[in-house]
């Protein structure tokens, strides 16, 4: 399975970056990484080193080459990675208990039309 989307998304969540600005600074259009990501897709070699130039990790970390080691060391990434997942859910949470109280056929379509909303305001 190719790694290089999801190695890509975890540098943006411990960079607390987002698609949209990935795009930008690597000149590339909302739609070309979206659709890499959403097609774990390997991406063209000049796409892949102007993505890595953008997070300042090599190709070959986010081809998961180097035994998927993070860009930084183990430890601090991880414990990071941790708090910014944490401080996500604290962001979030009233909206979180509100979807677990909703039943599921419900939650579903509410979900649809958030990844909706969301992906027509990006482009």
Known sequence: MNSFWINVKKILLYKNLEIKELAFRAGV???????????NSMPHADLAL???NVLNTSIEALLGENHEKPPTSGTTYQK?????ESLLYLKNKQIIDALE?????????????IFKTRDSLSE
Do not use: C, F, Q
Request: cysteine-free; hydrophobic content about 35%; overall charge negative.
């Open 29 to 39: 259009s909302y739609s070309t990484i979206i659709n890499g990501m959403n097609t």
């Open 50 to 52: 102007r993505v890595s």
């Open 80 to 84: 990071d990675m941790e708090k910014n």
């Open 101 to 113: 109280e909703i039943p599921a056929g419900i939650k579903d379509a509410l979900k649809e039309l």
